[in-house]
Every structure is written in C-alpha cells, then in structure tokens.
C-alpha cells in the first residue's frame, strides 16, 4: 500500500526532504511504499533546483490539509501562522503530522498533541530539534527505561559557529556575525538564534519529552550571546574554559516535590567536559539518567539533507506503523506522546550556578576586600579572584564563585554595584 504526503514548504528542508523520497534507491526499502502528493508553496514559478512532476505543485495549502487522498502531512513551512493552524486542521482531517516546526511545538505543543490524541494520529517532530541528530526518539523511546536527571545541550548552530570563531579568530561578536550573515550561517534576522529563543524552544520540548511535563514556553529563561566578548572568550581560555551557548533542563527532588529547570544562557565550560570541543554549526546534546548514565548525542543540527533525514525518518515510522496495524488504531505509546501535568518550573532566581564575573575598578587598597565582604553578606563563597591587569587606569578583576543561589548572587552584585571603587561590571557568565 502506498501512503500518500503532503508537504508543505519547498524551501530548504523541504527540497531536502523531497529528494530523499524521489530517491529512494539504497535507502530503506519503505521509502518505496510512500508519495509525494501535492507540495504547497508560495510561488508556483520560482525556479527550484529539484525536478518535479508537472502537477505536484499548489499554493493553496488549505487544500492539501483536507485533501482525503493524502494520508500524512509534512510541515516544513515553519513559524506561528499559518503552521499551527494547518497542523490543526490536518489532524482534524484525519492526516498524520511530520512537522520540524520548534517554535510552533514549544508554544502549541500541548493543543496540538490533546488533538491529536483525540484524532488518533500522529505528530512526530525528530527534526525541530538538533536537525538530523536523532534525540526526540531516543527521549521517547531507547532512553524509556532511565529516569532522565538532566539534559544539557549545544541546540543552536548559529550561535555555536559564532561562539567558534569568536575563540579562533578572537574575533568580536558583531564581525563574526556578519561574517556569518554572508556565508548563510546566520539568518538574515538572527533575533531567535542570538538571543537564545531558538534554542530555548528546542529545549523546552526535550524537557516536555524527558519528564513528561507540559512546559510552558515563557518559564523557560533565557539569555542571548551578545553581550559576549572576544576578551572574555580569552579570560575563560586562561582559565581553562571555553564558553558556550547552554541549553539546559535539569529535574530537582526535593521530598516528592519536583520542579524543572529550564534555562539557556551562555556558560563557561571546563575544556576537558566532552561539550567543549563542539565546535562549529555542529549540535551535540549530553543526556543524563538512571541507570544508564551519561549518553551523548552528537551531529549536524541543520541544514537541508540532515533535516530531511530527521522528517522522512519520522515519516517511514509513521508508515511503518500504519502497515503493521492499519489506519483509525490504537496509537503507539513509545510513538505518540501527550504529556498531561504542567511542569513546576523553578524561576531563575532559585537555581544554583557558579558565576564568572568581571569588573574594572578603582586601583586602590581594599578594593578585593569589599569585593568579598559584599559576597559573603550574600552567602556567595568565591572560588578564585584573579586581577587579570588594567583597562587604562581601572583595574580588571575576574571572581569565580562557587555554587549559589542565584537571586543571592543577584543581591550581592546590586550592592557591589554600589560601592564607590567600581566602575563597571562588564559581564557575569554562569560557569558549568
Ligand atoms: N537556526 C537554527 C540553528 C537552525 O542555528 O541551529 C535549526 O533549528
């Protein structure tokens, strides 16, 4: 039986992905049970660089969400609208759902899934996060038997290749990033990746899968990685750390209360930690559970042929199951997922991180002293205080704390602040 698709947005995972399923020789013999049946798109007469049959084409998507032939949609058009609500009217259809849409997943997850639960179908999303880096089956299905502890991830490639040639070329981050413009690293409005958006979507869903939870999207924190600076990457180095764009999930027991933290922020990272050497456009996330331990998954997180791989990987399980136990069954629990308690998500405040914090200040006697009164009336216990040398007359000076709760670290930073002998705290980076 051959199921039929409709895809939706011919752009770059979408020509990536029709390839792969025009071209199904040496790939999994499934592949030959499933066809494209109609694309939808914005322009009939772009010129694209995929041959395709004659009629396959429309810009009316509406009419492929309902259309009864087509049995699985592949969304690929991404963004808020119209996505989400085509999604919704396809599953109201009866149609299966591929989507590598992270920001419509992160927001709408909990609608689309409680519809598609209700439907019977599936919505499968291997490619909204670490692009062909196979990580949203494995939460769900290989990695079932642990108690997930902690997730910690490099989910954006944008920011990762910024970050990387920050550290090669010491490079600032406003040359890098046109730099990346150009090549076609960075987006022409590289908002959602800088600031830390994107990466705060995808891991919003890895957590909603690992615990079970529904997240809310805005409690997960969030913090871009423009305020970063080639003298800080060369602090960190001399201290033996490079810094990376985080993203982090991690569980906290206390009692039979359990609460979430979700953040994403830019951290020092100790260069022995197997994170640090993930370099590039390159994704890698470092998975946490009991009994398996750590497991880390790591690989190309964009890009048209290795998201193409995560969707059409999506779409062959779907089909699979659809061969082994017909149409209008039982859902498959290791496939399906509809997580049904809200998340407890701790604000930032209340999580505990080390800092790395630099400030210039006046090059007088006792300048380190009230530096670590101010702390200490916070609790905040410092792990070293290096004055690194001068900035014209002030004096650098960069403290790295030991684990504090951040709102104490936050109140001891206000008073510093204060004091008459400081000019400036230029940046405070949370350390792994
Ligand atoms: N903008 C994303 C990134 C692409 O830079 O990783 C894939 O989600």
Redesign the pocket.
Known sequence: MVFKIGLLGLGTVGSGTAEIIYNPQGRHPLLNDIAIHKIGVNSLTKKRNIELPGDVLTTDLESIVTDPEIDIIIELIGGLEPARTLILKAIASGKHIVT?N?AVIARYGSEIFAAAKEAKVYVLLEA?VG?GIPIVEPLKQSLGANRIENIIGI???????ILTEMTEKGSDFGEVLEEAQRLGY??ADPT??IEGY?AAD?ISILASLAFDRKVKREDVYSEGITNITASDIDYADKLGFVIKLLAIAQKTLEGNEETLQLRVHPTLVTTSHPLANVNG?F?AILVEGQPLGQVMFYGP??GSGP?ASAVVADTLNIVGVLQSNGKGQTLDPLLSSAPQTQADISPIEDVNSRFYTRFLCADVPGVIGHLGTAFGDYGVSLASVVQIGFQGEFAEIVVVTHHVREGNFRSAIEEIRSLNAIQDIPSIIRVL
């Open positions: 590598a992270k909204a692009g989910i954006n490639g944008t920011t990762n290749y960075a987006e959602a990746d994107d995808k456009v994704n997180g964009a998201t």
